[in-house]
Structure formats: C-alpha cells, structure tokens
C-alpha cells in the first residue's frame, strides 16, 4: 500500500510539473547593463568555373546593452561594442585584425578600435524585437582620420562594414538571438514559431520552430529548428565595381540557455547550413552575368 501511494504521489508531481506553465520573456531592469559575447566562425565555399575556391571566417563581437527606459513592454537601450576582432583565412594566406590591436601599421584594426565605445540607440521589445534603431552610423564617424586613402576606397571599405555592421545587419544578426519567445506561457514539450529576417550582404527570411525542453530555478533551455529563405527580388548591391546579389537557402538548429529571472540569454549556439548561388549583374564586360553556385556552413555561439 505505501508503495502504491509513493508511486501515486511521484505520479502526481511529474505531472504537475508538466502542466505547469512558465512566462518566456525578456525582464530587465532600467540602469542596468546585460553583456552579449558573439563569435560566429564561417566557412564559405564557391564553385567559380569548377574550381572550388574556400573562405574561413571568424568574427568576435563584445556588445554592452544598458537599459535606460522601459515603457509598454519595450525597453530603451543603449548599446556599445567593447571588442571587435575579424579573421580570414584562404588560399592566399590568413589576416586577422581587432579594435585591441590599434596601430599605424594596421589599418584596419585601427578602423575597427574607433568603433569601440560609441553608444547608438536601439528599442527592443519584450519578445526579443527590434523595434528602432538609432544613430548607428556614428559608429563610423571620423574613422578614417589620418589615413592617406582615396575616397573610392573609402566608399568601399565604408559599404563592407555597413554590411556587417550597420543598421540591418545589426537588427537581422540580433533578432535572430533574441527574437525567440513566445506568446503567452507555455508549458515543458511546447512548441512555438517565431519569423525574422535577416539583412548582411544578402536577403534572407528565417523561420523557427522552438521548443521549451527544460526549466529549473536558474534557466529554461530552448530548442529551436528552422528554415532560411532568400528573396529572389533583392536587389543587387555593388561591391568591388561589380552589381552582385547571394541567393541562399538552407536550415539551422540552436539550443539556448536563457536567464529565469531576466530572460537574458546566458547561453546560445546556433548552427546554420546554406547553398545557393553568387549572382552576378550582366554588364559591359560580363554580358550574360554569372551565377557561381556557393555554400556556407557557419557556427555561432553566443554568452553573457
């Protein structure tokens, strides 16, 4: 009989935990500040006349986002990088630069360091989305002070970091952390989806499937599978003199760790899969255009 009823009790409470339901959302407190660490390793491979030709990236980013308002369920942040650091690897050999290796021999870690420390706006939901972003383009100001290059470069230097960097890049690569909760609560098992799009050289329209898979006093952990989408319709963007566009498609995974109390993500990797195409603007010299057929495998894993 005691065993029965032992049996009958432990029954009763895993059930209870099961129905339970729990708030997924971010809860931050005004004047506080919440860190962001990204690293994002790459690797892109284009097929260019049937030789493969293979790209390895990595990019580091130390972000601080302090909480300076809050009203109808929206935060008013301030944000800054502290760190910045970019590596490429090729054929042709390995550079790296980092706004901690500032020096007149090192242009572009010198470029990168004046980034550093220069607050923009951003207001952000309480479901993860970005709502406005403001005066990021300060982020370039004065930045190629004492540099002897011509304008031509600088326009295209200028065009390359915006991408990574600017307005959209930082609103697609951000929401696609943050903008994860659901609506309502939800219990362990249930699944929710969530749409965002992401706009860094390329076009792309992502959808996730999550799934609350665990909750204790601490964290809740989520699973998420998804789909990414490029929009045939984007327009092409000119970078190194050439009208180019990157027309990708493919799935991620991510799994992440997120801060009972707070919602803030403690803990993320996010594994994503791409292939498509390189598609390049018939011109002059190029009457035809060109599609050269690419893919990208990247890794990204992200803590507070």
Not at 196 to 220: P, Q, R, W
Not at 258 to 278: C, E, F, H, P, Y
Request: proline fraction near 2%.
């Amino acid at each position: 009989m005691k065993k029965l009823l032992t049996l009958a009790l432990i029954l009763s409470a895993t059930l209870c935990v099961q129905a339970k339901k729990y708030k997924l959302a971010l809860n931050l407190e005004v004047g506080k500040e919440y860190i962001q660490k990204s690293n994002a390793k790459m690797t892109i491979t284009q097929n260019f006349n049937g030789m493969p030709i293979e790209i390895g990236m990595n990019i580091k980013g130390d972000y601080v986002f302090k909480v300076v308002g809050a009203e109808n369920d929206q935060y008013d942040m301030e944000v800054k990088y502290r760190t910045v650091e970019m590596e490429m690897e090729s054929a042709q050999g390995k550079s790296s630069f980092s706004s901690n290796k500032a020096s007149d021999q090192d242009i572009m870690s010198t470029m990168l360091s004046r980034m550093i420390d220069k607050p923009f706006k951003m207001i952000m939901g309480q479901n993860g989305k970005v709502i406005e972003i403001k005066g990021i383009d300060n982020l370039f100001g004065g930045m190629f002070e004492g540099f002897d290059i011509t304008q031509q470069q600088k326009d295209q230097i200028l065009a390359q970091l915006k991408q990574s960097y600017g307005a959209k890049a930082f609103k697609g690569s951000f929401e696609q952390i943050t903008a994860i909760y659901p609506e309502g609560k939800v219990k362990l098992g249930k699944k929710w989806t969530t749409e965002t799009n992401i706009e860094a050289g390329m076009s792309v329209h992502v959808t996730t499937n999550f799934e609350l898979k665990a909750a204790n006093t601490e964290y809740f952990l989520l699973h998420g599978e998804g789909d990414l989408s490029s929009n045939p319709n984007s327009p092409f963007v000119k970078q190194n003199g050439m009208d180019m566009k990157i027309l990708l498609d493919g799935n991620l995974t991510s799994d992440i760790k997120i801060d009972r109390k707070t919602g803030w993500i403690i803990d993320a990797t996010i594994v994503q899969n791409l292939s498509g195409n390189t598609e390049l603007k018939a011109s002059e010299q190029m009457p035809e255009g060109m599609s050269i057929p690419m893919t990208v495998k990247s890794k990204s894993v992200i803590t507070d």
